[in-house]
T-cell receptor, first 111, second 113 residues
């Protein structure tokens, strides 16, 4: 079983729509969860962190965490072409010494 | 404030050679982690250092080694390079461990020929 699973996509949405990105993880004791955005040829950029069950909103981004289901998601409202990138889900490991990345979901926002 | 800085940005090496990659963390951050990202995959954890001590090691061969200096900067060394070591090497800086927010440098693109 893969440690972190994400749909590779591409996920295509029109400009102004809501993009929904999903992630499941296998380590039940992960305590910290992060979403990174990575443009082609660039390094990952932290966009959201979430540590407890529920929703966390930051501007157009909302992260949702359900530890019982081992599920974390990212919603992007009012999607813009500049949001087109690969989104990486990354729970921390039990020891807090590493981030475990999924392969990422490629998002394409069309104008 | 300066972010995480890595050097060099690009590097071409021949199989069997040795390479040293460098990283300076964000001011005030005491932990540095190294990740390898091959095309089409998410970053894979190599090492974490906190206060100059190794706190974590990923599933990489002994050809990979690292260290952290008193000013919290870090080096990643790879010996006996293989073609499969070609990747983007990323350094991440956190205040403490990976349970807190990690910020990545721009990476070093290593090509082994």
């Amino acid at each position: 079983q893969k440690e972190v699973e994400q749909n590779s996509g591409p996920l295509s949405v029109p400009e102004g729509a809501i993009a929904s990105l999903n992630c499941t993880y296998s380590d039940r004791v992960s305590q910290s969860f992060f979403w990174y955005r990575q443009y082609s040829g660039k390094s990952p950029e932290l966009i959201m962190s979430i540590y407890s069950n529920g929703d966390k909103e930051d501007g157009r981004f909302t992260a949702q965490l359900n530890k019982a289901s081992q599920y974390v998601s990212l919603l992007i409202r009012d999607s813009q072409p500049s949001d087109s990138a690969t989104y990486l889900c990354a729970p921390s490991n039990q020891a807090g010494t590493a981030l475990i990345f999924g392969k990422g979901t490629t998002l394409s926002v069309s104008s | 404030d300066a972010g995480v800085t890595q050097s060099p940005t690009h590097l071409i090496k021949t199989r069997g050679q040795h390479v040293t990659l460098r990283c300076s963390p964000i001011s005030g951050h005491k932990s540095v982690s190294w990740y390898q990202q091959v095309l089409g995959q998410g970053p894979q954890f190599i090492f974490q250092y906190y206060e100059k001590e190794e706190r974590g090691r990923g599933n990489f061969p002994d050809r990979f080694s690292a260290r952290q200096f008193p000013n919290y900067s870090s080096e990643l060394n790879v010996n006996a390079l293989l073609l499969g070591d070609s990747a983007l090497y990323l350094c991440a800086s956190t205040r403490q461990g990976s349970e807190t927010e990690a910020f990545f440098g721009q990476g070093t693109r290593l090509t082994v020929v």
